[in-house]
């Protein structure tokens, strides 16, 4: 069984889903560390030609707190994003689709930001069709006071998994060793994203990296598997 591991996103990019598509079970890090500047509560929507950001507000906590003990601050901010999706996105080929999607997932109030994330990986992963297991990892194993790859390892030992997809980067690359996966009897695998550029309203050139939000809207049902599987699985 392949699994991946990592920390959720706000509506990340297409790339992201990728890692999904390549593993059977998702775990998302909701037990993970937060960090203020990452993308973990806000992404940009394409507004006026130009990357527009959005952000999830969330109330003050310490700086040690996980990603699953983050409180949402008010709910005032799903109104505003769906307003401005709906300005950024009214004339796009897939809203009618994509727009009560995106709805339904900020619509829902819940008091913590993991239970937002979860709920929007999971729908928007099976409206691009994907069937794989997502869970979390503090339902799923306990295992807090581990670090890095060997966190990584216990998780993988307590689920049965065989292979370890990681995202592949030059930086993570030079955190995970080949040679301590397979002595723990877990195959380490990179998954190397690929990005296909796809048409976009008021841009000169493609705009990449935005939420996908971005993408439903502007690429059809039939086009998104093509996008979906635009990545290697390597050593």
Same mark, same amino acid.
């Given at each position: ?6 920390? &959720? ?25 937060? %960090? ?7 992404? @940009?929507?394409? =507004? ?45 080929? $897939?809203?009618?689709?994509?727009? &009560? ?7 829902? &109030?819940?008091? =913590? ?17 994907? /069937? ?30 065989? $292979?370890?997809? *990681? ?9 995970? $060793? ?18 296909? &550029? ?9 705009? *990449? ?5 971005? %993408? ?10 093509? @996008? ?6 390597? /050593?």
């Amino acid at each position: 069984m392949r699994i991946a591991v990592t920390q &959720p996103y706000l509506f990340p990019y297409i790339a992201w889903y990728q890692v999904i598509d390549a593993c059977d079970t998702f775990v998302i890090g909701d037990d993970f560390q937060y %960090f203020k500047s990452g993308y973990i509560n806000r992404n @940009h929507i394409l =507004l006026g030609g130009r990357p527009s950001p959005f952000v999830v507000p969330l109330r003050r906590a310490s700086r040690t707190a996980l990603i699953g003990e983050r409180e949402i601050s008010g709910w005032h901010w799903a109104g505003r994003l769906l307003r401005s999706i709906a300005t950024a996105y009214r004339r796009a080929p $897939c809203f009618n689709e994509v727009y &009560p999607l995106i709805e339904d997932i900020v619509s829902e &109030p819940s008091p =913590l930001l993991i239970d937002l994330l979860e709920r929007a990986i999971v729908r928007t992963s099976r409206h691009l069709g994907l /069937d794989r297991r997502i869970v979390r990892a503090s339902r799923c194993h306990e295992n807090r006071g581990l670090r890095g790859q060997e966190r990584i390892l216990d998780i993988a030992r307590a689920m049965g998994a065989d $292979c370890y997809l *990681q995202r592949e980067t030059d930086a993570v690359r030079a955190l995970y $060793c080949h040679d301590l996966f397979a002595a723990r009897g877990v195959e380490l695998k990179f998954v190397r994203v690929g990005l296909l &550029p796809y048409v976009q309203r008021r841009v000169r050139e493609f705009i *990449q990296g935005l939420s996908l939000i971005d %993408f439903l809207m502007f690429v059809p049902p039939e086009e998104r598997g093509r @996008h979906l599987r635009a990545y290697a699985i390597v /050593d």
